[in-house]
C-alpha cells in the first residue's frame, strides 16, 4: 500500500501502515534533536527529552503521543492525536513538544525562585 501523497514529502517512503507510524514517530524525535523512538510494544514508540517522555500510540487511522513531565511535584501530561487524512505535519507535532517542555521549565523555575524566596 503506497503512502497518500500529501504524507510522502514529510516521511521516507514505505510500504506499511505501521512503518508509516514509525516514520511518522521517527521524524518528530528527529525534529526533537532526539535519536529514533524506540519500540516498546506492537504498536507503541517512546522517547525522551530532559524533560519529558513520550509514549506514541498506533491506531485506526492515526496515531497519538501522550507527553508527560515526569518529575516535579504533580505529573502533567498532554496528548497530541493525529489523523492520517487531515495531512499532519511532523514539524507541528514537534513544535507542540517543545512548546509544552518549555512551558514545564518556566513553572519549574517559578517554582524554585518562591522555594528559594519562602526560605529567606
Known amino acids: 500500500m503506497p503512502l497518500p501523497s500529501w504524507l510522502q514529502p514529510h516521511l521516507p517512503a514505505a510500504e506499511s501502515p505501521q512503518y508509516t507510524f514509525e516514520s511518522f514517530a521517527d521524524e518528530v524525535a528527529r525534529l526533537l534533536g532526539l535519536p529514533p523512538t524506540m519500540r ?5 514508540r ?6 519529558v517522555w513520550l509514549l506514541w500510540k498506533s491506531d485506526r487511522g492515526g496515531a497519538s ?7 516535579g511535584e504533580l505529573r502533567a501530561a498532554l496528548v497530541i492525536k493525529v489523523w492520517w487524512h487531515q495531512s499532519p505535519d511532523p514539524a507541528d507535532v514537534a513544535a507542540m513538544v517543545r512548546a ?18 519562602r526560605r529567606r
Open 65 to 71: 503521543v501522550m507527553v508527560e513531565r515526569p518529575y
Open 100 to 117: 509544552y517542555e518549555r512551558r514545564g521549565r518556566v513553572q519549574s523555575l517559578r517554582s524554585l525562585l518562591a522555594w528559594m524566596l
Open 40 to 44: 516498546t510494544g506492537e504498536f507503541e
Open 46 to 51: 517512546s522517547s525522551e527529552t530532559d524533560h
